[in-house]
């Protein structure tokens, strides 16, 4: 354990942020389900609808940096293809 208060603040800090970031994951991953389990049951309007909530949740985490911005881009990429072959 840390002695020194700004090493004791890191801790904390960076704990803050672990939580934060796995939250922001967390959402991602459901929405990314979402749609692909709009795709598998055939329904295009739900997969749509699941498209967009999903590519908003997807852009969210890109600009508070917890993916990168190609990282982000190849998801919604993906998702996006996967609901225009349907």
Do not use: F, P, W
């Not at 090493?7 to 970031?21: G, H, P, S, Y």
């Not at 389900?33 to 967009?52: I, N, R, Y």
């Not at 190609?70 to 919604?76: F, G, I």
């Amino acid at each position: 354990m840390a002695n020194i208060k700004s090493a004791k603040k890191r801790i904390l800090v960076t704990q803050t942020k672990t939580e934060r970031n796995k939250a922001i994951k967390s959402g991602v991953k459901t929405a990314i389900k979402k749609v692909e389990a709009a795709v598998e049951s055939g329904d295009k309007a739900a997969a749509t609808e699941a498209l967009t909530a999903a590519t908003s949740t997807i852009d969210k985490a890109c600009t508070k940096g917890v993916y990168h911005k190609n990282n982000a881009s190849r998801k919604v990429s993906r998702l996006a293809g996967a609901v225009a072959q349907m």
